[in-house]
């Protein structure tokens, strides 16, 4: 069994808000430059979509359009949950799992408790995928995240 990838963090806004920043503005924070199906064409898109129920789609829109599917919302319980597959590049069944929850502290902040997991859907690449996640993540929600919830609280 692959051990999935656990990101902690606390964050001095609440929760509901936290959580909208997190899924509904993605496109505002997330680095669609270089972590996208587009940049990969040295084409990055215009935005990323997380439609706000379950079974909604995650997705990519390029500048003409086309829109590339990156996963499913499984869970979506505003201001504490939310779960979607992630098959980014992919075929659905070969996808993994994030799970994103948002608890409130003793301080009114939020903590964040991130975990992919579901790796051996990757067969022979799932080692190798878990230890770019392992580090991307991290990096994801300190670098791009976090100046993003500071500048809109």
Do not use: C
């Not at 964050?11 to 940049?39: C, M, N, Q, Y």
């Not at 022979?124 to 990096?139: I, L, V």
């Amino acid at each position: 069994m692959i051990e999935p990838v656990v990101v902690e963090l606390t964050i001095d806004r609440p929760p509901g808000k936290v959580f909208e920043l997190f899924t509904r503005r993605i496109t505002e924070w997330w680095p669609l430059e270089t972590h996208s199906l587009g940049a990969s064409d040295e084409k990055p898109p215009q935005m990323v979509v997380m439609e706000p129920h379950v079974e909604g789609r995650i997705y990519e829109v390029s500048q003409d359009g086309a829109q590339r599917l990156w996963g499913s919302v499984i869970a979506w319980e505003p201001g504490t949950h939310v779960a979607f597959t992630w098959h980014v590049g992919r075929e659905p069944e070969r996808g993994t799992q994030v799970s994103v929850r948002f608890q409130l502290t003793d301080s009114g902040g939020t903590h964040i408790t991130l975990r992919h997991d579901n790796w051996h859907r990757l067969g022979d690449e799932a080692e190798e995928q878990r230890q770019g996640y392992e580090t991307g993540w991290p990096a994801l929600l300190n670098d791009d995240f976090l100046p993003f919830v500071s500048a809109n609280s």
